[in-house]
């Protein structure tokens, strides 16, 4: 079976910089691919590239057969989360989640939706009043308001507290028994080791090594 997603000899400058250079990886359907590597090694741009968002000066990235900003201009049916990042600030969390539903026409219970990542959906709070914490926790959210089989998080544990990593890495394991294919990026390695089934490691646009996370080792033990 082809991978859902191929990375081929990826590389872009910015400003002159090599931000990503030939970089090689796939991930499989279902799996979790966590991206490790320290600040500015270029791990958000290598997401949006998969996405559509960053051409690649050179090489192809290929999602579910579809070459991006070739057969398609955006890759379809991923569900993304990059911070604060799209997030309306004199709206509230539910305002917010009901604008990326209605955008896809998506009947998903927003309600449900911002309890599962520890909001409350009475919160008439703006957007702009959450703690950084709240707003990671809703960027999450937004993310899962499409129901989309491909998820992709960029530094989702970002301001949350103790609790809050271990929320979401009960959230991220579920997901992933689900079947949902996952791809994200963080500097935290404990917390992608206990997510994913493999981590690739990035540094300074280029990736360096590979490992097996505590999904993958569970798998085969």
Same mark, same amino acid.
């Given at each position: 079976?082809?991978?859902?997603?191929?990375?081929?000899?990826?590389?872009?400058?910015?400003?002159?910089?090599?931000?990503?250079?030939?970089?090689?990886?796939?991930?499989?359907?279902?799996?979790?691919?966590?991206?490790?590597?320290?600040?500015?090694?270029?791990?958000?741009?290598?997401?949006?590239?998969?996405?559509?968002?960053?051409?690649?000066? %050179?090489?192809?990235?290929?999602?579910? /057969? @579809?070459?991006?900003? &070739? *057969?398609?201009?955006? #890759?379809? $049916?991923?569900?993304?989360?990059?911070?604060?990042?799209?997030?309306?600030?004199?709206?509230?969390?539910?305002?917010?989640?009901?604008?990326?539903?209605?955008?896809?026409?998506?009947?998903?219970?927003?309600?449900?939706?911002?309890?599962?990542?520890?909001?409350?959906?009475?919160?008439?709070?703006?957007?702009?009043?959450?703690?950084?914490?709240?707003?990671?926790?809703?960027?999450?959210?937004?993310?899962?308001?499409?129901?989309?089989?491909?998820?992709?998080?960029?530094?989702? %544990?970002?301001?949350?507290?103790?609790? /809050? @990593?271990?929320?979401? &890495? *009960?959230?991220?394991? #579920?997901? $992933?028994?689900?079947?949902?294919?996952?791809?994200?990026?963080?500097?935290?390695?404990?917390?992608?080791?206990?997510?994913?089934?493999?981590?690739?490691?990035?540094?300074?646009?280029?990736?360096?090594?590979?490992?097996?996370?505590?999904?993958?080792?569970?798998?085969?033990?």
């Amino acid at each position: 079976m082809s991978p859902l997603i191929r990375v081929t000899h990826v590389s872009k400058q910015l400003k002159k910089h090599h931000v990503l250079t030939d970089i090689n990886f796939t991930v499989n359907t279902g799996e979790t691919l966590g991206i490790s590597g320290p600040n500015g090694s270029g791990k958000t741009v290598l997401l949006k590239t998969i996405l559509g968002f960053v051409r690649p000066d %050179t090489g192809t990235v290929i999602v579910n /057969g @579809q070459k991006i900003r &070739q *057969d398609i201009l955006f #890759a379809p $049916h991923i569900g993304f989360s990059f911070g604060v990042e799209g997030q309306l600030d004199f709206y509230t969390g539910k305002q917010n989640l009901a604008l990326v539903a209605a955008a896809a026409n998506s009947s998903t219970d927003q309600s449900a939706l911002l309890q599962l990542v520890g909001l409350d959906p009475t919160d008439k709070r703006l957007v702009k009043d959450y703690s950084l914490g709240m707003r990671q926790r809703l960027s999450v959210a937004m993310a899962l308001v499409n129901d989309e089989p491909v998820l992709i998080f960029d530094e989702p %544990t970002n301001a949350l507290d103790k609790k /809050g @990593q271990l929320d979401l &890495q *009960d959230l991220i394991k #579920a997901l $992933h028994k689900q079947g949902r294919t996952i791809l994200m990026t963080s500097h935290d390695e404990r917390f992608l080791q206990s997510v994913t089934d493999r981590i690739v490691y990035l540094n300074e646009g280029r990736l360096a090594q590979e490992e097996d996370g505590e999904t993958d080792a569970e798998t085969h033990a």
